[in-house]
């Protein structure tokens, strides 16, 4: 009998779920006498450190590769943390790219049909079947409402939340494994594991990003130059995401529009500035295809699963810590980021070489002018010190760091002259900075 209710569909994924275990399991092998096979060759002709640390990244961003999309999306998040992986890591993964191609426009219509009740041909007055980009988790298409509105359709790839899920059980127990080698275990690959799922789902249900979507719009309400796409919630669920249509060009082909390359990279930044100090609610995944800009050459932010959110306090020592860094005293900013980490361990010695690290890494910066800093190098920098003394800082935090990174290295793209301390500077002054509590 087929189809006789839950125990049959039970089994049946269980028996999906350990085919699924098993793929990764061996592919994670082969990759790991791939590994050291090849560290042994690169060692018997007295290759370098560097080309043994690039073989080690390929072999893991191939990995990820050949995973499919959940590890695909965990590497892509992972490109993003030098806090948590060292450099010549996410170098490798930052390579990794889910253009996977689209899926049958049947499916598309089956889940309209699902979720909104109607045809293709009933909800919507025209409906483009190829889509305008595909990736390992939605695909987008153009479409037009009955009232003549333009709209952009978001709709999710069937079977991904399943997927995902079973590969989130599967990296749970691989975290659980590796938790238990000492030095892995003192970077909680548990915790780790559960952030990146967190993400990862948060990038499935479109609800969230339609709310992300909503509370955007209502900081931005009275902003002239940075615009959100409009939601149509009558059309949206968590299947599927219908927006107002975005007419305009991805942020890095200024270069092929009228608007002013340079006042677009300051708007960028402020408002960046403005979603970190004024209201702690910050876009997570700012790279340059999830910033348009419009045809009246305004800056239209997209894809908003990704937020970070910082509350007041932590608002006000991210500027206290901005503060601390103007004036070079990396004492205080050794001490902010203590106070914020996650982990913070209570071993004094340790403590004391993280400290000392910090000072002299600040140090270095002496006699450079702050507008000649790339504020997000530095940041960047500062991460992996945290990384090598093991101080998890709150992930918000890290986030947002990530985020100003991402954002003054397109700046500097569009306007080398961009002055990040400089038009932050508002900021500072605006939040006392009594650095001795
Ligand atoms: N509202 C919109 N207007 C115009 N184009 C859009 C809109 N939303 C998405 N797109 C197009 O679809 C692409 C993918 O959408 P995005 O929300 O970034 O999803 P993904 O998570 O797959 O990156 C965007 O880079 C953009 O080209
Ligand atoms: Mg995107």
Redesign the pocket.
Known sequence: MIGSGPPLAASLSRARLILRATTIGLLCFQQLVLLFLGWFWLLMIFAGRQRRQDWFGSVVADLFRSLGATFIKVGQIMSTRPDIVPEYVTRALERLQDDVGPFPFDLVAQTIKEDLGGTVAEVFAEFAPVP????S????H?ARLRDGRV??V?VRRPQVVELCGFDLVVMRLGARLLARIPTIGALSPEAVVEEFGRAVFA?LDFRIEAGNNRRFRRNFRSSTDVVF?EVIAELSTERILC??????T?ILAVARTWADPRRIARLGLQALLKMIFEDGFVHADLHP??I?ITVDHKI?L??L?LVGELDPPHRRAFARFFAAWAQRDGDTMARLMYSMSANAPDDKAAFEAYRAAVIEFVGRYWGQRLGEVQVGRVLLDMLAILRRHRVRMNPAFTIVNIAIAVTEGIGKQLDPSLDLMAEALPYFLAHPVDLGA
């Open positions: 305008l980009a595909s990736a988790v939605s695909q987008v153009k709209v952009a978001k990038q796409p927006m107002s249509f975005i007419e305009g991805k295809g999830n348009f239209a997209l894809d699963c």
